[in-house]
């Protein structure tokens, strides 16, 4: 049996299974209440980081693994389209003028993801709807310095929200599996990748 250890941080919950020296396995839960660099939600009677709560939470269809799954999903798009911009000289004022600011981050109010945490409930879950269909609108505000990983979230987007009949799909899989393991193949697939390339251009 491995070692159990829980980790707390401010409406994060990080609960590793298992610490083993090179095989760390754990579980990532209550994303949608995560807090990350992020303006206060109008609708703020569940959260203030609205923007991360899955569709059908928003659409209050209950709680299950899929909806952590899709959290982390919307947290990670955030960052790529968020963050990245440090040769963009003009998303934030600079504290001095004097010396750029090295932290360069894109104000949420110019992006697309301003309708993830603006208005109802129903209409932020209708709109990320919208924009998991029309996913290249997503894709394109991405930072030049998550360029790369386009196509990783391509991938985990089919994983979440595409089914065979090509339905658009918000439910969840009895077996957790095919969620799980289809979204750790889709990092292992770009690690794969990475690796390649630095090898390739050393």
């Not at 930072?143 to 990983?149: E, V, W």
Request: some cysteine.
């Amino acid at each position: 049996m491995g070692r159990f250890f829980i980790g707390t941080f401010p409406k994060i919950i990080i609960l590793l299974l298992k610490l083993l020296l090179r095989d760390p396995r754990g579980m990532l839960i209550d994303l949608d209440l995560a807090e990350l660099d992020s303006p206060l939600s109008r609708a703020s009677h569940r959260t203030v980081t609205i923007q991360f709560m899955a569709i059908e939470v928003l659409e209050d269809k209950g709680h299950t693994y899929r909806h952590d799954l899709e959290s982390f999903f919307y947290v990670f798009i955030w960052m790529c389209i968020r963050h990245g911009h440090e040769d963009v000289a003009d998303w934030e004022e600079s504290t001095s003028r004097s010396q750029p600011n090295k932290r360069r981050v894109r104000p949420a109010r110019n992006s697309i993801l301003r309708g993830w945490y603006i208005g109802i409930y129903v209409e932020i879950a209708n709109t990320k709807r919208g924009h998991m269909v029309g996913f290249e609108y997503i894709t394109a505000e991405f930072a030049p310095g998550f360029s790369g990983l386009k196509g990783l979230t391509e991938e985990l987007r089919n994983v979440l929200f595409s089914r065979r009949d090509l339905a658009f799909f918000t439910g969840t899989y009895r077996d957790r599996s095919i969620m799980y393991d289809g979204m750790i193949n889709a990092f292992n697939k770009a690690i794969s990748h990475l690796g390649k390339e630095e090898q390739a251009n050393p």
